[in-house]
């Protein structure tokens, strides 16, 4: 994503913002910064996070 692109809700029609946002996965939590909208709560993830860090974390998970 361009740093120029901003991202809206498609429900509430609001720009996302950065927030800091828990992932629990196997009883395991993490925090990372993602766009998310400040009405709803909806957090856009994008397919290079999904593919990248949060593939990343549940190998190291499942490894355990």
């Given at each position: 994503m361009a740093e ?61």
């Open positions: 120029t692109e901003k991202l809206i809700c498609s429900k509430c029609k609001k720009e996302l913002v950065l927030k800091k946002t828990n992932f629990s996965y196997l009883g395991h939590s993490f925090f990372t910064d993602l766009p998310k909208c400040p009405d709803c709560g909806m957090v856009y993830l994008s397919e290079e996070f999904v593919k990248g860090r949060m593939s990343e974390v549940e190998m190291q998970l499942e490894d355990k």
